[in-house]
């Protein structure tokens, strides 16, 4: 969870605690229950969306490191293949594979 939304939500949910407690006492905090029922479901859907949001970025990191194993496998071939057309052919004919390579 990002600290931002940790310590958000940790601020929202002493201050909906502490709220409902002295609400109890018979202290009446000026907070109607219908606000405090919507700080409630804010503060559980920002839990639910802070988890979903770490699923997401676990997910993006396994994939980043896929596509940098793919990628890393594309120029090892690349590179492959630029080395089979200049063994086989003349330095003037390397423009024609796209081989635009001086030496």
Do not use: P
């Not at 700080?39 to 859907?45: G, M, Q, T, V």
């Not at 293949?81 to 330095?91: H, P």
Request: aromatic share 6%; net charge positive; proline share 0%.
């Amino acid at each position: 969870m990002y600290q931002v939304f940790k310590d958000q939500l940790e601020k929202s949910k002493i201050l909906l605690v502490s709220v409902k407690r002295n609400h109890r006492m018979g202290r009446h905090s000026g907070a109607s229950d219908a606000l405090l029922q919507k700080l409630e479901d804010d503060c559980k859907r920002v839990e639910a969306l802070s988890a979903e949001l770490e699923r997401l970025r676990e997910e993006l990191h396994r994939k980043t490191d896929e596509t940098h194993a793919v990628l890393d496998q594309l120029k090892e071939h690349t590179k492959q293949v630029k080395k089979a057309v200049k063994r086989n052919y003349d330095q003037t004919w390397w423009s024609k594979f796209g081989i635009h390579d001086k030496r």
